[in-house]
């Protein structure tokens, strides 16, 4: 099928990644060809690189624990250390409970002492009060955006402390917008 010259298309994008970590070891790459296939772990099809010809904008980045309670992910993130790296170059750095993906997701009881006091701000008004705007996704957003060009490697790395208590299953998400040509 012909391309249509000049027209590119953009849309909301989510890569994820899956990996066990453990106390003490070495850091973990997300992003890479371990999972490559296997679409409950990851979504990428090239390790390390996107498919095709497309650029990506990374926003925001998050971190789910799986299968741990919503109380243990902020001492368990606590231990971690993460780094998002583009080409060789780190772009950015920060500590696990920056991440938390569970942080903007209350309970029952929150949602509903909260509903009414919060539904009377406006979007700027929230971020100032320290309340996720209701359109936000649930992660960490950057200060400036973070561009992978074509072609361009990139990878998260985490690094645990000695001091993790125990072995954990972490997912990476990088929020973004993909751009790419129109087929």
Known sequence: MPRVHG??????????????????????????????????????????????????????????????????????????????????????????????????????EEIESRAAAIEKFTDEERIGLGIPPANRPPCYLFAAPIVIPVRQRFEVTVEPSDYLPRSVVARVHLFGLQTRDVP
């Not at 060809?33 to 979504?43: A, R, S």
Request: glycine share 10%; aromatic share 10%.
């Open 7 to 108: 027209v590119r298309e953009r849309r909301d994008k989510t890569f994820y990644d899956t990996h066990s970590i453990h106390a003490g070891r070495e850091r973990v790459r997300f992003f890479g060809n371990k999972n490559i296939g296997d679409y409950f772990l990851t979504n990428m099809h090239v390790g390390n690189q996107l498919a095709q010809e497309q650029t990506y904008v990374c926003l925001g980045i998050g971190m789910r624990l799986i299968g741990e309670p919503r109380e243990q992910e902020d001492l368990l993130l606590d231990h971690l250390l993460v780094t998002v790296i583009v080409g060789d170059k780190p772009q950015w750095d920060g500590i696990g409970p920056h991440l938390s993906m569970l942080r903007q997701y209350y309970t029952k």
